[in-house]
């Protein structure tokens, strides 16, 4: 969901060609966030000119527009700052106007781009407006850029620097959000800032840094005053015609890019919201948190906060760290597959070995999660656990709570995290919150997360994305190693999220000697699960075939289940509608006769899942019950299972232990729902209406 990618090189003689190929690709690989146009704003031939590019559709479509366009591409710059975006509408259409870079006006004095939501914006477009600003575009992000020329033209005397000036404008804002601010008053500098929406810096250097960690540069109490508003009326003394104030650093070092004579090195800094994004230039990256301000200016990066710790809050890291990311670029590559979904499916039987390695030790039959170990006491003394999360993350929840409950023997709750914090859920400080996040950036789940962390409720992260906001802002918690998941229907994180959650009933579970027969059959199940999704995958021509023989031209698809099949029904049912954009639900097998029954004939597509656990004979009755009322349905069976009646389509699958067979059983319906969208031409990888990370509510 929207994308930022920012570039600064400092005494590196680069060529326009070679800056706009780096913002196009790292806009390129941020595509699969979903986005509906791309821009970008780089410097001009005169200085203080920027030149734009915008097009709405995908950046192919704004790579071709700059070839084609006829400015120098061969002018050189030794330091020069750019920026880019790709958007995903939320105020205004998709539309070359509404696209980012958004200029603070014709002269484009600041240009802005912004992931997240200003939610004040119309308030202050209205006071803007009224100082006689106008506007050309219908964004919150207009509002950014303007009011931010406005804060500069009111300050009489010695202008701000551009932090002072950002800082400004972002305590006007409301919302949140990323942004990256570039100038003409500021040339070569760039200023980028988070509250709410994830960014990361990469660091390019040809020497090695002189130290990994850049300070943070708290400001004097002075240069927080909320009160100093920007939008004060202009003779108020309090107000920005003020002086701006004394910045009174505490700290004001970047020890990291002093370099040993003294003398100012080249580098390169990449501005993203994804890591996937740098990788290609850089491993070595920095996170930014929330209210973290950073000014990149004459080859160095200084961190600044927006606000000083508020009173009785946490204390406050005193540096960043600059990390060195593991992933390689051909993790994020689509190789030999036609897209990242395709991909991500056939990864699974590598993705699931990743989740448990270094974790399950199969010959002992233990689990050691290392992210838990301090607090398994803790849990195991709360009253409840609360798992929270959205879409398929909340499947993955749905998926292990009877194993949990059994497990651990504490009650669970699985809670949508849009719903929980609308109900303003009661929650308590011997609460257990679990939160299952693919990205950890979805805006819902970070909302629900300090909901709880605010309520005394120890807060516990199963992510995959190391480094984004829930991983950090949980006590502890499980990363799921399933690998950079770019394909915005989630796959590999399901069956990765469902192993890590199992993981930790298995290692919750491990004082109770009563469990360890049950404990053990799910550990040797663990072992072979790879193997039998690879057997799984070898059934895809199959699974194909259903896609563009009885399923074809169907404009509905149900599918039923029960006990730890209705989860496999509900995610079904989501990449069926998601990605091929057939209407289908997921139903739990029980409730047939209290209301879908009444949908059932010989035209209602159906797929029913009767793999062989405890709840078969009820299953068979619902089977009796539809194909009573005449529907042939396609039944996803285990493979020894010779009671399936003569003549029924049938879908294959290994068998293994009840509470993993939904390991199995969803991967033909991930392969279904893939072909089921190919075959119709859809874009399998970025479905309309959706980004990979919803950060916005
Ligand atoms: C569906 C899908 C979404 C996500 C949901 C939560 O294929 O990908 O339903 O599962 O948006 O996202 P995360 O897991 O990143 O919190």
């Known amino acids: 969901m929207c994308g930022i990618f920012g570039y600064c090189s400092f005494l590196q003689e680069k060529?326009?060609?070679?800056?706009?190929?780096?913002?196009?690709?790292?806009?390129?690989?941020?595509?699969?966030?979903?986005?509906?146009?791309?821009?970008?704003?780089?410097?001009?031939?005169?200085?203080?000119?920027?030149?734009?590019?915008?097009?709405?559709?995908?950046?192919a479509g704004?790579?071709?527009?700059?070839?084609?366009?006829?400015?120098?591409?061969?002018?050189?710059?030794?330091?020069?700052?750019?920026?880019a975006h790709t958007r995903w509408a939320t105020h205004g259409p998709p539309s070359v106007v509404n696209c980012h870079p958004l200029k603070s006006d014709p002269d484009a004095h600041f240009i802005v781009v912004h992931n997240g939501i200003v939610t004040n914006a119309v308030a202050l477009r209205l006071v803007l407006q009224k100082r006689g600003y106008k506007f050309e575009s219908e964004t919150d992000t207009e509002a950014a850029a303007i009011l931010t020329k406005y804060i500069y033209d009111s300050q009489t005397g010695k202008k701000p620097t551009f932090t002072e000036l950002v800082k400004q404008v972002l305590h006007e804002l409301e919302g949140s959000f990323a942004f990256v601010f570039k100038s003409s008053h500021y040339p070569n500098e760039v200023v980028t800032a988070r509250r709410g929406s994830p960014l990361l810096i990469g660091v390019k250097t040809e020497k090695k840094l002189k130290v990994d960690f850049v300070d943070v540069e708290f400001a004097g109490p002075e240069s927080d005053a909320k009160s100093n508003s920007a939008l004060a009326p202009p003779t108020s003394p309090s107000g920005l015609l003020a002086p701006p104030s004394n910045p009174g650093m505490l700290r004001s070092q970047s020890r990291a890019f002093m370099s040993e004579d003294g003398l100012p090195q080249p580098i390169e800094f990449f501005i993203a919201s994804d890591a996937a994004a740098i990788i290609e230039h850089t491993k070595r990256v920095l996170y930014l948190e929330d209210d973290d301000i950073a000014h990149i200016s004459g080859g160095e990066l200084h961190i600044h906060r927006l606000r000083r710790n508020e009173e009785g809050g946490a204390p406050q890291a005193q540096h960043r760290t600059i990390e060195t990311l593991e992933i390689e670029l051909a993790e994020i590559m689509k190789g030999k597959f036609d897209h990242f979904m395709q991909k991500e499916i056939y990864e699974q039987p590598e993705s699931v070995v990743n989740t448990m390695r270094g974790r399950v030790n199969f010959d002992q039959a233990r689990i050691t999660l290392g992210g838990l170990r301090a607090y398994l006491n803790i849990i195991r003394r709360g009253r409840r656990i609360v798992f929270c999360a959205c879409g398929t993350s909340y499947h993955s929840a749905i998926a292990t709570r009877a194993i949990f409950e059994e497990l651990t023997e504490i009650p669970v709750s699985v809670e949508l995290a849009s719903d929980f914090l609308d109900r303003k859920t009661p929650i308590f400080r011997d609460d257990v919150c679990v939160f299952v996040s693919q990205s950890g950036e979805t805006a819902d789940t970070i909302l629900a997360l300090r909901y709880c962390l605010e309520r005394g409720a120890l807060c516990v992260g199963v992510v995959n994305t190391v480094g984004s906001t829930i991983s950090r802002e949980t006590h502890c918690g499980v990363h799921i190693n399933a690998g950079p998941e770019i394909g915005v229907a989630s796959t590999k994180a399901y069956t990765s999220q469902y192993i890590a959650l199992l993981m930790v009933a298995l290692q919750l579970s491990e004082d109770r000697i009563s469990l360890t027969e049950r404990r053990n059959q799910i550990?040797?199940?663990?072992?072979?699960?790879?193997?039998?999704?690879?057997?799984?995958?070898?059934?895809?021509?199959?699974?194909?075939?259903?896609?563009?023989?009885?399923?074809?031209?169907?404009?509905?698809?149900?599918?039923?289940?029960?006990?730890?099949?209705?989860?496999?029904?509900?995610?079904?049912?989501?990449?069926?509608?998601?990605?091929?954009?057939?209407?289908?639900?997921?139903?739990?097998?029980?409730?047939?006769?209290?209301?879908?029954?009444?949908?059932?004939?010989?035209?209602?597509?159906?797929?029913?899942?009767?793999?062989?656990?405890?709840?078969?004979?009820?299953?068979?009755?619902?089977?009796?019950?539809?194909?009573?009322?005449?529907?042939?349905?396609?039944?996803?069976?285990?493979?020894?299972?010779?009671?399936?009646?003569?003549?029924?389509q049938t879908i294959r699958v290994p068998s293994t232990v009840d509470c993993l067979q939904g390991l199995l059983n969803i991967i033909p319906l991930q392969l279904l729902s893939y072909h089921l969208a190919v075959k119709n031409g859809f874009d399998v990888d970025f479905p309309r209406n959706l980004a990979k990370s919803v950060t916005t509510e």
């Open 523 to 648: 550990i040797q199940g663990l072992h072979a699960l790879p193997g039998q999704i690879k057997r799984v995958l070898d059934g895809d021509k199959g699974f194909q075939e259903l896609a563009t023989g009885v399923l074809a031209n169907q404009r509905s698809l149900l599918l039923m289940g029960r006990g730890y099949q209705y989860a496999t029904c509900l995610e079904g049912a989501l990449k069926i509608k998601e990605i091929s954009y057939m209407h289908s639900e997921g139903i739990l097998a029980g409730e047939l006769k209290h209301g879908p029954l009444a949908l059932i004939d010989e035209n209602m597509p159906v797929i029913i899942v009767m793999t062989q656990d405890s709840l078969y004979p009820k299953v068979q009755s619902a089977y009796a019950q539809i194909t009573a009322r005449k529907a042939a349905p396609i039944i996803i069976c285990n493979e020894e299972d010779e009671g399936i009646p003569k003549g029924c």
């Open 62 to 83: 704004l790579r071709k527009k700059i070839a084609e366009s006829d400015v120098d591409t061969s002018k050189t710059f030794i330091s020069q700052v750019s920026i």
């Open 15 to 59: 060529d326009r060609k070679t800056v706009c190929d780096i913002l196009v690709n790292g806009l390129a690989r941020q595509e699969y966030r979903g986005y509906d146009s791309a821009g970008i704003g780089i410097d001009g031939d005169k200085p203080g000119e920027m030149y734009f590019f915008k097009e709405v559709g995908k950046v």
